[in-house]
């Protein structure tokens, strides 16, 4: 770890599961961060995650490691009252508490903000749930796929029309959050910089996934005319559009209106600004199949190569669409370091991604490895000032657990 970096001396305790809150805590983590990540004895199921279809499978705990990397490793079991008394030091050694455990089981595990904000009056408790704090469905558990792509409106538009609603990518809108939550924490450390005072922050993945469909949300919050789902073949508007190359490669085009005249001279068409099925506006939408039939077969002539010389020519908007073995070898990737080395996985796990914040003039710190279950517990409750004693009759109690050596 760098000896100085935004985050040095910033201390934080993840207890959350999955994606969305241990992300977050990887974005502080990548500034230098001390992160602890708390988990049930027989470790988080997000561990198992690279054997759970429909993630890509494979021997490598890939999904464990991008989410939790750059931490330290302990096994609490909250269910046993002596687990209390370590939540306690915890608490009052973090600077940050990262929990998403839905309210009931929380306030089971008197994991709310009201049981532990006595301890700290300078901690930032930072709490992400499914569907917000309150109303109706405030209890109910939720994932990306339901709070924040179905239950906001997203999965009903990212699909063509005629096609049902598909399964969007995996942790998409956990990572989305996960951005969202780092900076309600860091506008409370802010805050708290200026007043000394700790602060509750919460998003949830529904806000997230509103926030992200905003355009189309705050459409219908003044009744406005929407168009239906998007039709290739008869858009909205022919100029922006997916098409195919001669050589197969879909791409995405987005031809601005101050754009249209030198895009239809580039691509060979100029007559296409004087047709009178498209020189009039009234005409051009009536006639937007028919547009898009002509592109089809400009763009088909040529292979993508052509067409990334044509668009830059003009500095027109477009993107390739790539797959995820494209996306990784793409130069872009490595030269902005959205790719980076990861020390200490093992096996093919050699790079993760970087979280998509830099500061310029500041280095991150190094990726390493996830925690295994257990493996710092000795090293944290040494640091909380328990004794040998005190950590044996932790264990005895079962509150932390005798961990067998290198437990995965």
């Given at each position: ?187 409370a450390l802010y805050r708290r910089e200026r007043t000394g ?38 858009p909205a508007n022919a100029a922006m559009n997916v098409y ?165």
């Open positions: 770890m760098a000896s100085e970096n935004i985050f040095s001396g910033l201390k934080v305790v993840d207890m959350a599961s999955f994606i969305a809150g241990p992300s977050a805590a990887v974005i502080l983590s990548d500034f230098g961060a001390d992160v602890i990540k708390v988990e049930p004895p027989s470790g988080e199921l997000w561990r198992h995650a690279h054997n759970a279809p429909p993630q890509p499978v494979a021997e490598d705990a890939y999904p464990w490691h991008l989410n939790n990397r750059n931490k330290r490793g302990m096994a609490l079991d909250l269910k046993s009252p002596s687990s209390q008394q370590v939540l306690e030091k915890l608490v009052k050694w973090a600077d940050v508490l990262i929990v998403n455990t839905p309210h009931p089981a929380r306030a089971r595990l008197k994991l709310e903000y009201e049981d532990v904000a006595a301890w700290n009056p300078r901690l930032i408790y930072a709490d992400v749930t499914g569907f917000g704090d309150k109303g109706p469905d405030a209890n109910l558990p939720g994932f990306d796929i339901t709070s924040y792509w179905a239950r906001s409106g997203l999965l009903s538009m990212t699909r063509d029309a005629g096609a049902p609603p598909t399964w969007p990518v995996a942790g998409s809108g956990d990572n989305a959050t996960a951005v969202g939550l780092y900076s309600a924490i860091v506008t005072e700790g602060a509750h922050v919460t998003t949830s993945l529904l806000a997230q996934g509103v926030w992200s469909a905003s355009v189309s949300i705050q459409a219908a919050l003044c009744d406005a005319k929407f168009f239906g789902l998007h039709d290739r073949k008869n195919r190359a001669a050589d197969d490669t879909w791409f995405v085009l987005v031809v601005t209106s101050d754009k249209l005249a030198a895009v239809a001279t580039a691509i060979g068409r100029p007559d296409l600004l004087t047709d009178p099925r498209f020189a009039d506006p009234a005409e051009l939408l009536a006639n937007m199949p028919q547009l898009t039939a002509i592109l089809d077969e400009v763009f088909g002539a040529h292979p993508m190569e052509h067409w990334y010389k044509v668009f830059n020519g003009v500095h027109v908007t477009f993107g390739a669409v790539r797959d995820q073995r494209e996306v990784i070898n793409d130069p872009q990737l490595h030269a902005n370091n959205i790719i980076v080395p990861l020390e200490g996985a093992g096996g093919k796990l050699t790079s993760t991604i970087s979280s998509p914040i830099q500061v310029h003039g500041v280095a991150k710190v190094s990726a390493r490895r996830a925690p295994r279950i257990g493996e710092h517990n000795d090293e944290i409750l040494q640091q909380l000032g328990f004794d040998a004693t005190e950590i044996e009759g932790l264990r005895i109690s079962g509150a932390v657990p005798v961990m067998k050596e290198h437990a995965g």
